[in-house]
T-cell receptor, first 110, second 116 residues
Framework: KQEVTQIPAALSVPEGENLVLNCSFT??????LQWFRQDPGKGLTSLLL?????REQTSGRLNASLDKSSGRSTLYIAASQPGDSATYLC?????????FGTGTRLTVIP | NAGVTQTPKFRILKIGQSMTLQCAQD?????MYWYRQDPGMGLKLIYY???????DKGEVPNGYNVSRSTTEDFPLRLELAAPSQTSVYFC???????????????FGDGTRLSIL
């Protein structure tokens, strides 16, 4: 069974810092890997989706990488802002399922 | 843009009661999903559907039922509510063509359900 782990569980950084969130998974047979953002009391918003054949995806200040062979993905956030404060979830796609990590709760301090 | 709409947003049930959580999407997505999110845990798949008339179990289906009579709607039913079903329930949808380019899942805002 696929296991997805996210480290750290929580992170506080001052505004303007660059930061990296980590995600690891146990089974490399995946269709894609997705990074989501979840604000308190809200649903999940998709940030980036990396197909299994891709190595990275970029959107604005966000860059996600995927290394299937080592079972790892990173989400890089450049020049962090207070509005980036949220929980970030990593999910890997099997045939008909997404397996989620428990998330990293990010706080960006003004 | 409505996206994925879930109703109700909050509900308190007594043990043994039944209810249906509603989910509707207006993006013509073929896949729909129900997840539950317990505090401090990742989301776990309850049921999913690959199209109208087709449903299948996910990781934690016990105590739940679903139906998919239309492309747009995917209701989740709890028949005999138990305290262990206290959770936040999320519905999601996506358009997938295996072998093509995967599209991300779109989520509703969730239903917060307490069983007392």
């Amino acid at each position: 069974k696929q296991e997805v782990t996210q480290i750290p569980a929580a992170l506080s950084v001052p505004e303007g810092e660059n930061l990296v969130l980590n995600c690891s998974f146990t089974d490399s047979a995946i269709y894609n890997l997705q990074w989501f953002r979840q604000d308190p009391g809200k649903g999940l918003t998709s940030l980036l989706l990396i197909q299994s054949s891709q190595r990275e995806q970029t959107s604005g200040r966000l860059n996600a990488s995927l290394d299937k062979s080592s079972g790892r993905s990173t989400l890089y956030i450049a020049a962090s802002q207070p509005g980036d404060s949220a929980t970030y979830l990593c999910a890997v796609a099997g045939a008909n399922n997404l397996f989620f990590g428990t998330g990293t709760r990010l706080t960006v301090i003004p | 843009n409505a996206g994925v709409t879930q109703t109700p947003k909050f509900r308190i049930l007594k043990i043994g009661q039944s209810m249906t959580l509603q989910c509707a999407q207006d993006m013509n997505h073929n896949y729909m999903y129900w997840y539950r999110q317990d505090p401090g845990m990742g989301l776990k798949l309850i049921y999913y559907s690959v199209g109208a008339g087709i449903t299948d179990k996910g990781e934690v289906p016990n105590g739940y039922n679903v139906s998919r009579s239309t492309t747009e709607d995917f209701p989740l039913r709890l028949e005999l509510a138990a305290p262990s079903q206290t959770s936040v329930y999320f519905c999601a949808s996506s358009y997938l063509t295996r072998g093509g380019v995967d599209q991300p899942q779109h989520f509703g805002d969730g239903t917060r359900l307490s069983i007392l």
